[in-house]
């Protein structure tokens, strides 16, 4: 299926949910805010796990986009806090790792737990998909809450 491409099916497909995209590229996370935004996702981004942090303390995400590798940074950190709001708010909020590593770097955090990864360039269609599957729990309340409202 080419969601992308199929404007029917596109929009509004990720209407309601929320998204925190991490990635230290600023092109990157452009490219994915656009992207989400465009499907109705409410998206935020933030530069740097620190600004992940931040943005974490008054910012709820349904799923989390995150480049793994961070110049001075661990994504450790990230994660530890995302299992803490996790923990707090008995909500599994799945992650999503990219990366331009070809090497080793699924390797290098064999003790975290994220659903998917993705190698940079990937294809958006499948990154849609991706989230779609991961978050369709939250597009059903949403698709049903509509229709409750509408009658």
Not at 15 to 23: F, I, M, P, S, T
Not at 57 to 85: C, D, H, K, M, Q
Not at 87 to 114: E, L, M, R, W, Y
Request: hydrophobic share 45%; glycine share 4%.
């Amino acid at each position: 299926m080419n969601l992308i491409n199929d404007f029917c099916l596109a929009v509004g497909i990720l209407k309601g949910v929320q998204v925190l995209v991490v990635d230290n590229d600023r092109d990157s996370r452009e490219l994915y805010a656009f992207l989400l935004e465009d499907l109705s996702a409410n998206v935020i981004t933030a530069g740097s796990v620190k600004e992940a942090l931040e943005t974490l303390s008054w910012f709820t995400p349904n799923i989390i986009v995150s480049e793994i590798r961070f110049l001075g940074e661990s994504i450790y950190t990230l994660l530890n806090t995302l299992n803490a709001i996790e923990a707090d708010n008995d909500k599994h909020i799945p992650i999503i790792v990219t990366s331009t590593s070809t090497t080793g770097t699924c390797d290098q955090i064999p003790d975290v737990d994220f659903e998917e990864y993705f190698l940079k360039p990937f294809d958006l269609d499948e990154f849609v998909s991706m989230i779609v599957n991961q978050v369709q729990e939250n597009i059903a309340e949403n698709f049903c809450t509509e229709l409750l409202v509408a009658n």
